[in-house]
């Protein structure tokens, strides 16, 4: 698989926005320029307050809405064993969406919705959801080699390979400090890493895992 994390971005179909804290202007440009533009519940608070383009859909339970505006779609869920980033992901997934979708609003803010955000990104298969903040980004990569481009938006520095999954094994080549066959997970024996970052800024990097990992670097935040 090939990653490239980048201008291709502004020119997406689908963006979507959480109702969390922090945002780039890499996805502030995709949103104005996306053709379907989702929040999740709240989320189109942040997105007015930000001068943004009104959603086209708003997904979740609704409790968060402050005020409902004509020419948006709101679609009213009430399940409470799943979250409206959840919610969102079903949609998009009934509608046929697949591949990258950069999520803004996504990182900052409470703990618990950060781990439970991160732990969304295998939830729907076909989707690859790309958090951004507003100084660093995270996204799944799934079993296999992904090569990651460095781009005019990653920095090539911060980078961290989290696990999505039960201890799978994983070798990065082109790393500062690479891992081979090392298993990641949170247990004594166990390993990630973090604060790593690419040897070469214009070189690509390979990461070869047996199951799902979260990649993460920091990002220029551009206005």
């Known amino acids: 698989m090939l990653l490239r994390l980048g201008a291709q971005d502004a020119a997406c179909e689908a963006v979507l926005m959480l109702n969390g804290f922090g945002v780039c202007g890499h996805v502030t440009r995709a949103w104005n320029n996306a053709s379907l533009r989702m929040c ?6 942040k997105v007015a307050a930000a001068g943004l383009r009104d959603p086209t859909h708003v997904v979740g339970d609704m409790d968060s809405i402050t ?8 679609i009213k869920q009430d399940c ?8 969102c992901l079903t949609v998009l997934d009934g509608m046929g969406y697949k591949g990258r979708l950069p999520v803004g609003f996504a990182l900052g803010g409470r703990l618990d919705h950060l781990f439970t955000n991160t732990r969304t990104l295998t939830y729907i298969p076909s989707i690859l959801p790309v958090l951004f903040g507003s100084v660093s980004l995270i996204t799944p990569l799934t079993p296999g080699t992904t090569t990651v481009y ?4 990653l920095t090539t520095k911060g980078v961290g390979l989290l696990p999505l999954a039960d201890s799978p094994v994983v070798t990065t080549k082109g790393l ?5 066959d090392a298993t990641l997970g949170f247990g004594p024996s166990q390993s990630w890493t973090s604060s790593n970052h690419f040897a070469d800024k214009a070189c690509p990097i390979e990461i070869t895992t047996s199951k799902p990992v979260a990649f993460t670097c920091e990002i220029y935040n551009e206005k």
């Open 67 to 74: 005020d409902r505006k004509k020419g948006i779609t709101y």
């Open 150 to 153: 460095p781009t005019e938006l």
């Open 40 to 45: 999740a519940d709240g989320g189109i608070d």
């Open 80 to 87: 409470q064993n799943t979250t409206d980033f959840m919610k």
């Open 176 to 180: 500062r400090w690479d891992l081979t």
